[in-house]
């Protein structure tokens, strides 16, 4: 089964930039639909951006704006560029593959990884 490892976190000041990286193991990445999600303390994980294997991008409209996300096929990489970050983006993140199922909505499709900490101080 595929492997994700998530890296980049850390604390920034509000306003601030960071960017999260997630590699994943296997030799299918390239095929595979991904999406960063988020857990704040107290709250229940939330998708924040997905990237199609043909580049087809969303958001949610928290982060519409301010992140974007990317992927580099050769490297297994996906990655999740965060600007203007406030506060309440203060969470554990994580990458996954995602699939859509008969509602039309992305659903994660493998194992989670450890995550990687965000913390955004006002």
């Known amino acids: 089964q595929v492997q994700f490892v998530e890296s980049g976190g850390g604390l920034v000041q509000a306003g601030g930039s960071l960017r999260v990286s997630c590699v994943a193991s296997?030799?299918?990445?390239?095929?595979?639909?991904m999406g960063w999600y988020r857990r704040a303390p107290g709250k229940q994980r939330e998708l924040v951006a997905t990237?199609?294997?043909?580049?087809?991008?969303t958001y949610a409209d928290s982060v519409k704006g301010r992140f974007t996300i990317s992927r580099d096929n050769a490297k297994n990489t996906v990655l999740l560029q965060m600007n203007s970050l406030k506060p309440e983006d203060t969470a554990v993140y994580y990458c996954?593959?995602?699939?859509?199922?008969?509602?039309?909505?992305?659903?994660?499709?493998?194992?989670w990884g450890q995550g990687t900490q965000v913390t955004v101080s006002s």
């Open positions: 996954n593959a995602v699939v859509k199922l008969g509602d039309s909505r992305w659903w994660p499709s493998g194992s």
């Open positions: 296997g030799s299918t990445f390239s095929a595979k639909a």
């Open positions: 990237i199609s294997s043909g580049g087809t991008i």
